[in-house]
């Protein structure tokens, strides 16, 4: 099992530019998440799925966007980049019913101009 | 906003020595978790908390649950050079969601 992927490692973009960062599990675990992980501030919930079809928001959702079309993907849509949100961002699954005992995938750096 | 208060925030010890960390919430929180990030990785789950002053061991690391259900505690024994990390208490403050505190950065000197 690779467990939960991120691509890609690392990230440039200029403000006002979209993207989305990909992430994927081969669990079979129906609740997928992101976090933003910011120096000093741990790590902030920005969406999350609890299966195929059902997104909702999380602490930080304001300019992302999700979408979960099947069980083993849950894209990250950045739609008009800004320097605040330069950041390393984490993609992290779990089984729904011990959905507080979730695998991180090792992140994606992203840095906006 | 963030609900999760850890402290220390870091810690700089010799190898050897022991280490007490902790965490406390504004809220009850029915389970606590404790997380190590390694630098360049992903938060890795170390020890789950789900029952008011239960005591939880993973090797050298030990955690409890608070009886207040608003706190928990870590503690590594005779700590390494491997232990250097960052450790994060999270818990879930409603909902299907997860909350994590500000974290604990642990350095080790051999």
Not at chain 1, 47 to 53: D, E, K, L, R, T
Not at chain 1, 85 to 107: D, H, I, K, M, W
Not at chain 2, 28 to 38: A, G, H
Request: with cysteine.
């Amino acid at each position: 099992n690779a467990g939960v992927t991120q691509t890609p490692k690392f990230q440039v973009l200029k403000t006002g530019q979209s993207m989305t960062l990909q992430c994927a599990q081969d669990m079979n675990h129906e609740y997928m998440s992101w976090y933003r992980q910011d120096p000093g501030m741990g790590l902030r919930l920005i969406h999350y799925s609890v299966g195929a079809g059902i997104t909702d928001q999380g602490e930080v959702p304001n300019g992302y966007n999700v979408s979960r079309s099947t069980t083993e993907d849950f894209p990250l849509r950045l739609l008009s980049a800004a320097p605040s949100q330069t950041s390393v961002y984490f993609c992290a699954s779990s089984r729904l019913l011990t959905y507080n005992e979730q695998f991180f995938g090792p992140g994606t750096r992203l840095t906006v101009l | 906003g963030q609900q999760l208060n850890q402290s220390p925030q870091s810690m700089f010890i010799q190898e050897g020595e022991d280490v007490s960390m902790n965490c406390t919430s504004s809220s009850i929180f029915n389970t606590w978790l404790w997380y190590k990030q390694e630098p360049g990785e992903g938060p890795v789950l170390l020890i789950a908390l789900y029952k008011a002053g239960e005591l939880t061991s993973n090797g050298r690391l030990t955690a409890q649950f608070g009886i207040t259900r608003k706190d928990s505690f870590l503690n590594i024994s005779a700590s390494i050079p491997s232990d250097v990390g960052i450790y994060f208490c999270a818990g879930p403050p409603a909902g299907n969601m997860l909350t994590f505190g500000g974290g604990t950065r642990l350095m080790v000197k051999p």
